[in-house]
């Protein structure tokens, strides 16, 4: 494999690695595409195609709170008029 070369995860953002130690030393949740991350099974279902889902972090509960408050809530679409 030539590097450098990116890597994608399902909840981080991207990174380029430099050589196969990196690469090794990022884990096992990381892939070559992001396309790895996306499957056109039904909600629900079992799929062999999907990695299983990476259990959420305790210690990070707090945060993900605190940054679902932060969203901003949809706006309503305008009405057509009549």
């Known amino acids: 494999m030539s590097y ?3 890597k994608y995860h399902r909840t981080l953002p991207p990174c380029v690695v ?3 130690i990196a690469e090794a030393g990022l884990g096992e949740d990381w ?3 992001p ?3 996306y499957c056109l099974c039904r909600p629900g279902e079992s ?3 999907c990695p299983p889902p990476t259990p959420p972090d305790p ?3 707090d945060a993900e709170a605190q940054l679902a408050q932060l969203k901003p809530a949809k706006a309503p679409r305008p009405r057509k008029a009549p």
């Open 47 to 49: 799929c062999p195609n």
């Open 59 to 61: 210690a990070n509960a």
């Open 4 to 6: 450098p070369k990116w």
């Open 35 to 37: 396309a790895f991350f």
């Open 18 to 20: 430099p050589d196969a």
């Open 31 to 33: 892939a070559d595409t």
